[in-house]
């Protein structure tokens, strides 16, 4: 093998991964949406959290979700997307009834 061949090799290998990585992270935040949808609430804002709500440096498949559930209550939660399944950490109530995405960040902070 030549080494122009073994570093072709090697590029299209990191491409590949990047492009299944995004692809996961795409897929993963619909799944968010799909299952706050199907607890009958609405989803305000999905963001990328860059630390699990413990502190801990987070993995890239960690979601903070901010939606509205049927009774009309504001929810902060935090959210791990597996492969297969949604892992929900610290869904708390922060606030009641209606109000803006402006105002749920600084009832969350």
């Known amino acids: 093998m030549t080494p122009e061949l073994a570093v072709a090799i090697l590029f299209a290998m990191v ?3 990047v492009v299944l990585m995004v692809c996961h992270w795409l897929l993963a ?3 968010v949406r799909r299952e706050i949808r199907r607890r009958g609430g609405t989803v305000r804002r ?3 959290s860059a630390f699990s709500p413990h502190g801990r440096i987070s993995s890239p498949w960690f979601f903070e979700v901010s939606y ?11 959210c791990l997307a597996l492969l297969v399944s949604l892992v929900w950490h610290d869904d708390r109530v922060i606030g009641h009834g209606g109000g803006t995405d402006d105002q749920v960040s600084r009832m969350s902070s």
């Open 68 to 78: 509205i559930d049927p009774s009309g209550n504001w929810h902060l939660a935090h």
């Open 29 to 31: 935040r619909r799944r």
């Open 46 to 48: 999905i963001s990328w």
């Open 15 to 17: 491409a590949c991964l």
